[in-house]
C-alpha cells in the first residue's frame, strides 16, 4: 500500500484554508461543489440520467475553470458515499480513487447522502424525512431532528418499503419531505414538499463534509466502499447433484 | 511512452504499465466470490473492483518503481463486457486521466486479446484469431493491427459458458472450464455423442445452447447413479464436442480465407484439450500463455499504446459499451 507522505496538519484545522471539492452522484443527478472550508464558492447541478460516468469529468472541469483553480490544488474530497444509487456511487467513488491514486496528498471524508438533504434545514424547528428510490418498491429513508446546526438521526438510513416507511411516519405529527421518492409518499399527516426536494445540494454536502475534516475523519482511498445498506446474496445455484 | 492500462470488464481487476511493447509492470485479481455461484455475479464483480483497482494500482505503481507523474497515458477497456464493472475502471480511469492532464484511450476488450498475443510471441498479421472465453467466441480475421473483419461469433452462449453452466449443474465450481478439464482427462471422449451445431452452416458463427440442453438431458435420462459413475466419459465428450466445433469453424475459415497463420487467446485457450487438438492441425499456431490467455491489462495497454502512438485518443466524455462490436467504433451517444 502506498504510504501517503507525511502532512504537516495543524492541531485545530479549522484554523486552515482548505480547498475542497464535493461530490454527489448518489441519484440522477450530478452534484458538485468547490468551497473554501465551509464557504461554497462554486457549485453544479445537473440532472445526467444514466450518464454520470460520461459526465463527471467535464463537469468537474467546468465547477473549477471559471474560479481558477486546478484539480491539483484541491485538498479535500467530500463524497456522498450512500445510500442511493449503487451504480452512481460506484463510479464518483472509483474517480475519487483515480483522484487520490494522482495526488498523494488529497484526503477525502465521507458523508451519509440522506443527512445532505436533512443538512438544508438545519436549526428548524420540523422534523425531516428523506426518501430516496432504492428500486423494487423500496426506499432508502431516514428521519431527522434538525434542530441542531447538524441533523440527528432519529430514524437512521435504512432500506424500507414505502408502506413501511409511511408508518413510521405517520407517527409524526408534520414532516419535510425530502429525496427523489417524496413526492410519491402518501401520508396521512401533514408534510411539507420543498422546491428542489429531489436534488442533494452541494452547500449542504460540503457543510457536513467540512464538519467530518474538522474531526479528522478521514477516509483512506483504499477503504472507499459505498453505503450499499443492502448485502448482495445471490440465489443457490441449481445442481443436478453434488459431484463434489 | 509509458502507458497505464485498467482491465474490468468482467471478474478479473486488472493494472498494468507498459513501455515500448514491453510490462513494466503489472497485477490481476480473479474474483473469487463467484465460485459457488455457478458463473460471475455482476453486482458481486462490481463490488469487488471498488475495493481491489485502487489497491492494485498503487502495487503496480510501486513495483515498477514509477510515480503516476511518470505516467503517459492511460488505456481502459471500455467494452464489451459488464455495464457495472467497466464503468468502474472508465471511472477511475478517467480521474487519473483528469488530474495528471494526459491522454486517455478506450479500447474494445476484444482487440485487447488480439493485442494480448504480442506479449507471448514476436507476430505480424494477417492472421485468424479465435477470441473464447466465458464472455466471448469470436472468429476474427486480423488484417492488420487494428484492422479486423468479424468473421463469426456465437449466436446465444459463448463456449466458456457452456462448460460454466455444464460444470453448474453438476455441482463443480466456477470457473467451470478446469473442473471438467480435471475429470475428463480419464473419461473417453467417444463415449457419449454430443451434437455439434451449425455443422452444416455456412457461415462461422457456433451455437452452444443445443449442447448444453443435450448435456442437461443425457444426464438427466442417466440418472444420479449412472450419471455418477460415467462422468468422467461424459464430461470428456461434452469438453471435445465444444472443442471440435471450435476448430471445426477455424479450420474451415483457414482454408476459405488462405491463413495459416491462427492465434487462440481467451480463457477457454487455457484448455488442455483445445491446446492438444489445434496443435495437431497443420497450421502456424499462436496460442499465448495461460496468464496471457485471461483477460488482464497488460494487452489493454499494448493496444492503447499502439494507438496512442498513431497519435489517437478518446474525448473525455466517452461512454462505456457493454456490446461493443470489434471493428466498429465506441459510439458516443
Not at chain 1, 431527522?144 to 409524526?172: M, Y
Amino acid at each position: 500500500m502506498r504510504k501517503s507522505r507525511f502532512i504537516w496538519l495543524p492541531l485545530f484545522l479549522d484554523t486552515l484554508i482548505m480547498k475542497i471539492l464535493s461530490i454527489d452522484t448518489s441519484t440522477d443527478y450530478i452534484c458538485l461543489g468547490f468551497g473554501i472550508n465551509d464557504e461554497l464558492i462554486s457549485e453544479i447541478s445537473l440532472r445526467v440520467p444514466k450518464k454520470h460516468s460520461q459526465l463527471l469529468p467535464q463537469l468537474v472541469r467546468n465547477l473549477l475553470e471559471p474560479v481558477t483553480v486546478d484539480l491539483r490544488d484541491i485538498d479535500i474530497i467530500t463524497l456522498s458515499i450512500g445510500p442511493g444509487s449503487y451504480t452512481g456511487l460506484r463510479i464518483s467513488t472509483a474517480f475519487v480513487q483515480g483522484l487520490a491514486l494522482s495526488n498523494e496528498n488529497l484526503r477525502t471524508v465521507c458523508v451519509d447522502s440522506l443527512t445532505v438533504y436533512a443538512q438544508r434545514f438545519q436549526n428548524c424547528k420540523e422534523t425531516v424525512a428523506v426518501a430516496v428510490d432504492a428500486r423494487s418498491k423500496a426506499i432508502y429513508g431516514a428521519v431527522f431532528d434538525v434542530s441542531d446546526a447538524h441533523p440527528t438521526p432519529i430514524i437512521p438510513s435504512g432500506v424500507f418499503s414505502v408502506k413501511e416507511f409511511v408508518q413510521k411516519l405517520n407517527c409524526f405529527p408534520k414532516i419535510i419531505l425530502m429525496g427523489n421518492y417524496a413526492n410519491k409518499i402518501e401520508t396521512s399527516v401533514k408534510t411539507i414538499l420543498p422546491n428542489d426536494f429531489a436534488i442533494p445540494s452541494p452547500r449542504n454536502l460540503l457543510a457536513l463534509g467540512y464538519q467530518e475534516v474538522i474531526e479528522r475523519k478521514f477516509i483512506s482511498a483504499e477503504n472507499l466502499e459505498p453505503k450499499y445498506l443492502r448485502d448482495y446474496i445471490p440465489g443457490k445455484a441449481k445442481v443436478f447433484f453434488d459431484s463434489a | 511512452m509509458k502507458v497505464l492500462g485498467i482491465e474490468t470488464s468482467c471478474d478479473e481487476t486488472a493494472v498494468s504499465i507498459i513501455e515500448n511493447n514491453t510490462i513494466l509492470s503489472e497485477q490481476v485479481y480473479s474474483q473469487t466470490v463467484h465460485e459457488s455461484l455457478g458463473g460471475v455475479v455482476p453486482e458481486l464483480a462490481s463490488r469487488d473492483h471498488i475495493k481491489k483497482l485502487y489497491v492494485l494500482a498503487c502495487e503496480v505503481l510501486d513495483k515498477s518503481g514509477l510515480a503516476i507523474s511518470d505516467i503517459d497515458a492511460i488505456a481502459v477497456t471500455a467494452g464489451p463486457g459488464l455495464p457495472g464493472s467497466l464503468i468502474i475502471g472508465v471511472s477511475f480511469a478517467k480521474a487519473i486521466a483528469l488530474m495528471n492532464k494526459i491522454p486517455i484511450i478506450a479500447i474494445n476488450h476484444l482487440e485487447g486479446h488480439v493485442f494480448g498475443v504480442k506479449l507471448s510471441y514476436e507476430i505480424t498479421p494477417p492472421f485468424l484469431a479465435l477470441l473464447v472465453s466465458g464472455g466471448h467466441t469470436e472468429l476474427i480475421y486480423v488484417h492488420n493491427w487494428g484492422d479486423y473483419k468479424l468473421l463469426g461469433t456465437t449466436r446465444d452462449d459463448a463456449a466458456g459458458e457452456a462448460l460454466d453452466k455444464a460444470a453448474k449443474v453438476i455441482g463443480l465450481s466456477y470457473p467451470g472450464g478446469p473442473e471438467i478439464q480435471k475429470i475428463a482427462e480419464k473419461g473417453d471422449p467417444r463415449s457419449f455423442r454430443f451434437p455439434i451445431a451449425m455443422l452444416h452452416s455456412d457461415d462461422f458463427d457456433f451455437s452452444f445452447s443445443g449442447l448444453k440442453t443435450a448435456f442437461a438431458l443425457t444426464i438427466r435420462k442417466l440418472g444420479i447413479e449412472k450419471t455418477k459413475r460415467n462422468l468422467a466419459n461424459i464430461l470428456a465428450s461434452y469438453q471435445d464436442a465444444i472443442v471440435d466445433s471450435l476448430l471445426l469453424k477455424l479450420d474451415r475459415a483457414s482454408k476459405k480465407f488462405g491463413i495459416n497463420r491462427i492465434v487462440i487467446s481467451g480463457g477457454v485457450a487455457a484448455s488442455k484439450r483445445l491446446r492438444e487438438k489445434a496443435t495437431v492441425k497443420n497450421w502456424e499456431l499462436y496460442m499465448p500463455e495461460t496468464k496471457y490467455c485471461t483477460d488482464n491489462a497488460s494487452m489493454i495497454a499494448l493496444a492503447g499504446e499502439f494507438y496512442l502512438l498513431k497519435g489517437q485518443q478518446t474525448p473525455m466524455n466517452f461512454p462505456i459499451n457493454s456490446s461493443w462490436m470489434l471493428g466498429t467504433p465506441l459510439s458516443m451517444k
